[in-house]
C-alpha cells in the first residue's frame, strides 16, 4: 500500500464476498503512548507506535463474527481515502456513511455513528 505522505489514517470499506454486505470505517496508521515522566520530572513522556492498521478488521461485533465464522479470504479489504488530520478522518468517514444509507440499509454492517468533530475557524 502506497501511503500518501503526511496522511495519519484512512477511510475503508470491507465487503463480505458471500453476502454482499459491507463495512464503512476509519483507522489511524499510529497510536500514541505515554512513557512514565523522567526522574525530576512531571510530564509523561510521549511516543508514536504503528498501529494495527494492517489486519484491523473494524468495530462491528457482527461482521467481526462473520468474519471468524467464514474465514478471511471471503472478505476484501478497500481504502477509500487517504486523509491529513483527525478533523477530515472523522469527516470523511461520516460522509461516506452517510452518502451510503448505510446507518439504514441491511447491505451493511454499520449500526452505530459516533461523531465529535471540531472544526479550529480563526
Same mark, same amino acid.
Given at each position: ?26 483507522? *489511524? ?73 448505510? *446507518? ?8 452505530? *455513528?459516533? *461523531? ?7
Amino acid at each position: 500500500t502506497n501511503i500518501p505522505e503526511g496522511s495519519i489514517g484512512f477511510v475503508y470499506i470491507i465487503t463480505n464476498l458471500k453476502k454482499g454486505k459491507k463495512y464503512i470505517g476509519a483507522k *489511524l496508521l499510529e497510536n500514541k503512548k505515554k512513557r512514565k515522566p523522567l526522574k525530576g520530572r512531571k510530564n509523561a513522556r510521549r511516543y508514536k507506535v504503528e498501529s494495527n492498521w494492517k489486519t484491523y478488521t473494524g468495530s462491528s461485533p457482527k461482521l467481526n463474527e462473520d468474519i471468524e465464522k467464514e474465514t478471511i479470504k471471503n472478505f476484501s479489504f478497500e481504502i477509500i481515502s487517504f486523509q491529513p488530520s483527525k478533523l477530515l478522518l472523522a469527516y470523511w468517514e461520516t460522509k461516506t456513511i452517510i452518502d451510503h444509507n448505510a *446507518l439504514f440499509s441491511n447491505e451493511y454492517y454499520n449500526e452505530v *455513528l459516533n *461523531l465529535r468533530i471540531r472544526a479550529r475557524k480563526d
